[in-house]
């Protein structure tokens, strides 16, 4: 990893743990930013980790401090891939990497028309979207309209049916992307709208997230570079 990556991976990591901040702020949930890492001290909400590192090398006992590993399901991001907490009775859940596309890169065109979700009903329709039928749409809730960094990203058809969609996660050096999805195409029909949004409302900040396996692959094809490893870690 060169410094700049590194530097980049640093951004795309305290980015990240802003997001799961503000989805557990959602939730009436509690976290708190350390030296080292983010940590709730009680389970997330659902695909959510109970803590994230925030730097190179952070202290494997400290960190588990901070969450409750008592209650199952427990899980940790390991942004710079260096911790081992296999000690602490986790195990790598997946590997992925962090993904970067410049600020200045150019934004490919999209068919579906932009709308960042501003009411809880419009919320709904989007996560419901989201959920594909999974049972899991209460996820989003109407709090996050109220975090100024948050952007609920929907792409409508002609018809006005949510076709496409994700979240930016506005910080002061990058924009974080996540829960990218589309109803048809999977995310090679996402990202154009996604990065088009990007452009109109982010038009200074380099673009960040994380993926792995054919989400990898799609985001590659639509600009963004590799810059580092991560591990999500499962506790029990």
Same mark, same amino acid.
């Given at each position: 990893?060169?410094?700049?990556?590194?530097?980049?991976?640093?951004? *795309? #990591?305290?980015?990240?743990?802003?997001?799961?901040?503000? !989805?557990?702020?959602?939730? &009436?949930?509690?976290?708190?930013?350390? %030296?080292?890492?983010?940590?709730?001290?009680?389970?997330?909400?659902?695909?959510?980790?109970?803590?994230?590192?925030?730097?190179?090398?952070?202290?494997?006992?400290?960190?588990?401090?901070?969450?409750?590993?008592?209650?199952?399901? *427990?899980?940790?991001?390991?942004? /710079?891939?260096?911790?081992?907490?296999? =000690?602490?009775?986790?195990?790598?859940?997946?590997?992925?990497?962090?993904?970067?596309?410049?600020?200045?890169?150019? *934004?490919?065109?999209?068919?579906?028309?932009? &709308?960042?979700?501003?009411?809880?009903?419009?919320?709904?329709?989007?996560?419901? #979207?989201?959920?594909?039928?999974?049972?899991?749409?209460?996820?989003?809730?109407?709090?996050?309209?109220?975090?100024?960094?948050?952007?609920?990203?929907?792409?409508?058809?002609?018809?006005?049916?949510?076709?496409?969609?994700?979240?930016?996660?506005?910080?002061?050096?990058?924009?974080?992307?996540?829960?990218?999805?589309?109803?048809?195409?999977? %995310?090679?029909?996402?990202?154009?709208?996604?990065?088009?949004?990007?452009?109109?409302?982010?038009?200074?900040?380099?673009?960040? =997230?994380?993926?792995?396996?054919?989400? !990898?692959?799609?985001?590659?094809?639509?600009? /963004?570079?590799?810059? =580092?490893?991560?591990?999500?870690?499962?506790? =029990?």
């Amino acid at each position: 990893m060169t410094t700049q990556q590194q530097l980049l991976v640093g951004h *795309a #990591a305290r980015n990240n743990a802003e997001w799961c901040a503000a !989805m557990c702020r959602s939730h &009436d949930m509690a976290g708190e930013f350390g %030296p080292q890492s983010w940590a709730a001290p009680s389970r997330t909400p659902l695909y959510y980790p109970d803590a994230v590192t925030l730097v190179p090398g952070a202290d494997p006992a400290a960190l588990v401090e901070r969450i409750d590993t008592g209650a199952p399901g *427990a899980t940790v991001k390991d942004s /710079f891939g260096d911790v081992d907490l296999s =000690g602490a009775g986790f195990q790598v859940l997946f590997e992925a990497q962090w993904i970067h596309r410049p600020a200045h890169a150019p *934004a490919p065109s999209s068919d579906l028309a932009l &709308d960042v979700v501003d009411d809880p009903g419009s919320l709904h329709d989007w996560a419901l #979207a989201w959920d594909a039928g999974g049972g899991n749409a209460d996820l989003f809730r109407p709090g996050l309209l109220d975090d100024p960094a948050t952007y609920v990203l929907a792409g409508r058809s002609a018809d006005g049916r949510i076709a496409a969609g994700a979240v930016a996660s506005r910080s002061d050096q990058v924009v974080g992307i996540s829960n990218v999805f589309a109803l048809d195409g999977g %995310p090679d029909a996402a990202w154009p709208l996604v990065l088009g949004a990007v452009h109109e409302l982010f038009p200074t900040l380099p673009t960040v =997230g994380y993926e792995h396996g054919e989400d !990898m692959a799609a985001a590659v094809r639509h600009g /963004f570079e590799p810059i =580092g490893a991560l591990r999500i870690w499962l506790h =029990g």
